[in-house]
């Protein structure tokens, strides 16, 4: 009888290593937040250790004196690797590798380890894919040591890891096969959001920092059955929703990925379409979390990461989530938003004054029409009702008199 062997795949063991350029940085909460990526990554964190220098050393991030104390720590701990709170250059990468004789990794590696474990759609796939070569490509001889080493782990999952002889050429050719797949799939999408627009139907892109409950406020609002898990971008793929309003009326709320501090420009560019939602959308609901204490800098990020993506001249709702959560008697403010409101997406406090003022932003983008129609025109309020408020409707002998909230395209239409 042969026995039955079952493959574990061990778990990493590691050193977290920042550099400090100056006293008033974020370097303790990017490291703190590092912390969590590698947990999310399935890494255990060791140690953390930081450097106060005037600039990252350009050839090994870290200096000398403290590659050493980094060396023997890695040797103390039995740390199975480090990761570095900066994106890494090739040479960085592989003299850091030679000094410490240790698996060195960086925070973009660990970003796009945690995309390639999330990805579940064609397009996320192809995505991250793309941008896992993308950042290989360039990092082909500083990665020579760690990729001919045997083993698993962050860094070598996702579809972005066909073989470890990989070369310039067949990543090059890889890249083209997927660009080309990728615009396929953009084209899809914007064939989808055509029709949505010509709907009428209003949309709504929810954006926020990674873990802001995102996805816990579109499953309460829709029952979309999103994954909600309290880690860094548990969800990658877009969702798309249909959200019924107490006036009638519909609305289209669509997920978008998670954004984070020095989120990998690869990624960016890779996720463009995705991210695009928010460009393409009538509005936009920013959600906070409104515990954290790096809120304010996380709204930073957001608005950042929105420029990047020319994302502008939107109407925004910052919607400050898990008022449940809070302690302290701190007060933030969004004054880039239109409106705000604090809610509990997990109690579902507040979340009915979100549905009013949602509504109310809504009514401002439409016209109002007040008019009697002829029983010949009934089709006409068909269309109101479809995509407008209807707030009146009276029969009278020569008609049907309605007062109603529109769009503009149905007011130009109705008042032919």
């Known amino acids: 009888m042969s026995a039955l062997f079952e493959i574990k795949e ?6 977290l290593l920042g550099v400090q350029v100056s006293d008033n940085d974020d370097t303790m909460e990017s490291l703190a937040e590092l912390k969590e990526l590698a947990k999310t990554a399935g890494a255990e964190t060791l140690d953390i250790i930081v450097q106060n220098r005037e600039s990252v050393h350009p050839g090994t991030y870290i200096g000398k004196g403290k590659i050493e104390e980094v060396g023997m720590r890695v040797a103390e701990l039995d740390a199975t690797g480090v990761i570095c709170d900066d994106e890494l250059s090739p040479a960085q990468l592989k003299n850091l590798e030679a000094a410490l004789q240790c698996k060195v990794m960086d925070r973009t590696m660990l970003i796009l380890d945690i995309f390639a474990q999330h990805a579940v759609t064609r397009e996320g796939k192809i995505q991250v894919e793309l941008a896992q070569l993308k950042y290989r490509q360039s990092r082909l001889v500083g990665m020579h040591a760690s990729l001919s080493r045997l083993g698993g782990g962050i860094g070598t999952r996702g579809p972005g890891e066909k073989k470890l002889e990989i070369d310039r050429r067949l ?3 890889r890249i083209a096969n997927l660009n080309r797949e990728l615009a396929e799939v953009k084209k899809n999408r914007e064939v989808a959001r055509a029709l949505r627009s010509k ?5 709504a892109a929810i954006v926020g920092y990674t873990n802001a409950g995102k996805s816990t406020l579109l499953n309460h609002l829709t029952n979309a059955g999103v994954l909600e898990e309290n880690m860094l971008f548990a969800t990658l793929d877009p969702t798309t929703r249909n959200l019924e309003l107490e006036s009638g009326e519909q609305l289209l709320l669509t997920d978008t990925v998670g954004f984070i501090r020095k989120l990998p420009h690869h990624l960016i560019d890779a996720f463009r379409s995705t991210l695009e939602e928010a460009k ?8 906070v979390d409104a515990s954290n204490e ?5 709204m930073y990020v957001v608005y950042e990461t929105l420029r990047q993506l020319e994302v502008k001249d939107k109407p925004i709702i910052t919607v400050f989530n898990k008022k449940d959560l809070i302690t302290s008697e701190r007060i933030i403010k969004d004054l880039k938003a239109d409106a705000s409101v604090w809610i509990s997406a997990k109690t579902g406090d507040g979340v009915e004054k979100l549905l009013e003022t949602i509504s109310d932003l809504l009514k401002e983008q439409k016209m109002l029409v007040e008019k009697v129609f002829s029983y010949a025109e009934a089709g006409k309020i068909q269309q109101i009702r479809k995509y407008g408020q209807l707030l009146e409707e009276e029969y009278r002998e020569d008609g049907i008199f309605v007062r109603a909230y529109v769009p503009k395209e149905v007011f130009y239409a109705i008042e032919k």
């Open 199 to 203: 709907n009428l139907i209003p949309v």
């Open 294 to 298: 790096e809120a304010e800098k996380q």
């Open 10 to 15: 061990e778990r990493e063991r590691v050193i």
């Open 280 to 287: 393409y959308s009538d509005f936009i609901l920013h959600i």
């Open 171 to 173: 990543i090059r050719d």
